[in-house]
């Protein structure tokens, strides 16, 4: 089925309330946002109203520079790393009954809900010394004496995946629902082992909502704030870490707005890179 | 018990709101009750707020017949930033707000407090002269409803002898073991590093000074697990001994203690960190009249020793005027010359600091 092309203005009526909540929800905010970051920043005071570029230059230098290229690193490696997870776990889903499904995603759902509060502190315990896990590997003779578990990386990545591999799932599922048994069937028949039968036909045929899947966890993972706040030491603090501290700490929102706008650029060409490489494989 | 510092508290999505959507999300609508007189008064939210609630604004109304609607404000800066927002759309999301001395001086900055009238505030009369905040052109911009102190703080159980000196951030043998405020402007331990190694805050007023305080502060790093912006994320570490040392306000870990945890504020032989609120006014307010009724009630003797004993915070009016026991004086102050924080620093070099603050911590 072919797509008609609008002809009269009344065809592009249904358009007009997404585009409108668009302008006003996005384009607007991020106008302003763009707006206040050339704006001339008052220290002691607020701001006032100006064209400089005294924010941009404070931010691109090699300090600001590292956090970004970690926060980009960070929000990366959540992404493949629920991808990596999330795939088989979905795939294998996807061929269970529709009683087990349910029961499966209500349980995703419900970690989704909570808050990035609720997950930081709750890991921020489960890593601990006094009360985490380290006492119950301890207790099993795994670790000598209980040890704290945080702050670290580890415990960033691990309460990052935590938080967005449901969303992940919920990604994949659709995608692994619509996928012809048949095709894992027939690699069977051949004589395709079931690993094998997995990486080399589901995998292919799903390479589009992988690639999209890890653009959405990546966005998803960049505007994190609090769990590396929580779980990390500072050299895992965010870019977000650091706009919070300009806007609500320092009230620099000219610098804070620099920044914000830098970090929106960036990913908006990793995701065009990302969209336009595939493309391009894709004519070939 | 978010008194100070918000930070659990906003989330990613309603920090965007803060900072993006500006003063139409900012500015509150003022719905005030329509008979009588009434006040909205912005005071700490949590714990500060609800001691407030119970024991000095009923009284306060019953003595004035102003009826109080208390508004739950996050930490100081944070709420300037939406009084500051709200009074371009003129809006006060409270009228009276309580405000620390860096968010004071920056509201003076852009002219966002109304100069009050000391001559409508007698018991003003009763303050130590440094917590009235004023304009330089002698206008009135703050009054002084509170003091509080950061302190040494430690676990009993894990330290059985309480720590004497500051110096003990530095004592290699608490290797990642500190809890310390994360920001240069609320932390203030260039000060307490001044003080502590350099003979004083004075070493601060050159930037070489100020380097110099920032490589020693370095040293401190490799001791530090947490460096905190929320108060409960500390607070929890030290009851259980995770995180069993750090700086805390002295009013919360009294409480703490009281209800039988194991922890105690220490003021060091180099002094506890002074720090005060403010009463100020919106310039957007118009309850003008009953602000000044009710900074003067706030300013009365008996009311600051209640606060005392029921709040926890360290008076603002002179000792002599106090009906406190030495014991409850001593409870919630200390008679060591205190670490006063160089507040005229995070005016004006407020950028650069913070600058050299983030490289050092995070770096």
Redo the contacts between chains.
Sequence with gaps: MRREPARTFSDLLPLLFPAAVLVVFFVI??G??VAVSFFR??????YTVDFVVANYE?FLTP?FGS?LGFSLFLAMAVAVCCVVVALPFTSFLSGCSRRVQVVWLVGILAILSL???II??AW?TLF????GIGNLLAALGLMEAPK?LL?GFGAVLTGMIYQALPFTILLLYPSLMRLDPSLLEAARTLGASPLRGFVSVVVPALRHTIAATLIMVFVFAL????LP??LGR??H?TL?V?I??Q???????PF??AM?VFLVLISLALVGLVLLVGGRREAA | MNKRIAGSGIGRRSFMATGLAGAGILAMPNVLKAQGRSLKVGVYGGYFKESFDKHIFPEFTKATGIAVESVAEPTGEVWLVQLAQAAKAGRAPADVSMMSQVAMLKGQAINLWTGLDRARIPNSDNLIGKFINSYPDGRVAGIGAVAWYITLVSNTKVYPKAPTSWAALWDPANRNRLGLLALVSNSFLLEVTAKTFMGGTEALNSEEGQLKAFGKLAEVKPNVRLWYRDEAQFEQALKSGEIPMGQYYHDVTGLAAADGHPVRSTFPKEGGILDSGCWALSRASKKVDEAHVFIDYMSQPSIQATMSRKVGTAPTVKRNLLDLSDDEFASVSSEIDPIVPRYDLYQARSDWLNQKWTELIVG
């Design positions: 905010p991020f302003i946002m920043r008052q220290q002691g005071g607020f404070r300090f956090v808050s990035e509060v930081g502190f921020s601990s010394r006094t009360a704290a702050p505007g994190s704030y609090l706040q929580i500072p050299q603090w977000s650091l919070t501290d806007a609500i700490y320092q009230s620099n929102m804070a707005a914000a």
